[in-house]
């Protein structure tokens, strides 16, 4: 069983940057993808990005390149988001999680991850 705790969500102006991170436990973090995902009220899940448990691959959403970028420390068993430029239309809850299929591709598919957190929200004034 993975548990997995979001941090460092809050409010933000627009042009802003915060630094999400997501600690891990009851796993063995090293050999597990990692992503993220955003969500609004009454919407999907969205992919924001995903990490290769060696920290060598990394997959962004196409509107977000450039913007955000997703990192790991295995040694602290813990994934980042690095958000920049943030935009009002950023604003969500965002989520980590774990994809235990070790050895498959990366995955924007949300479905494909099987340990979610419970969410840090963000909030980008105009």
């Known amino acids: 069983q993975v548990q997995l705790v979001e941090s460092g969500g809050g409010l933000v102006q627009a042009g802003g940057s915060l630094r999400l991170s997501c600690s891990a436990s009851?796993?063995?973090?090293?050999?597990?993808?990692m992503g993220w995902f955003r969500q609004t009220p009454g919407k999907e899940h969205e992919f924001v990005a995903a990490?290769?448990?060696?920290?060598?691959?990394?997959r962004y959403a196409d509107s977000l390149k450039g913007r955000f970028t997703i990192s790991r420390d295995n040694a602290k068993n813990t994934v980042y988001l690095q958000m920049n430029s943030l935009k009002p239309e950023d604003t969500a809850v965002y989520y980590c999680?774990?994809?235990?299929?070790?050895?498959?591709?990366?995955?924007?598919?949300?479905?494909?991850?099987?340990?979610w957190g419970q969410g840090t929200q963000v909030t980008v004034s105009s």
């Open positions: 009851g796993g063995t973090f090293s050999s597990v993808d």
């Open positions: 990490i290769k448990w060696s920290g060598g691959i990394t």
């Open positions: 999680a774990a994809d235990m299929d070790y050895g498959g591709p990366i995955t924007t598919l949300s479905s494909r991850y099987d340990y």
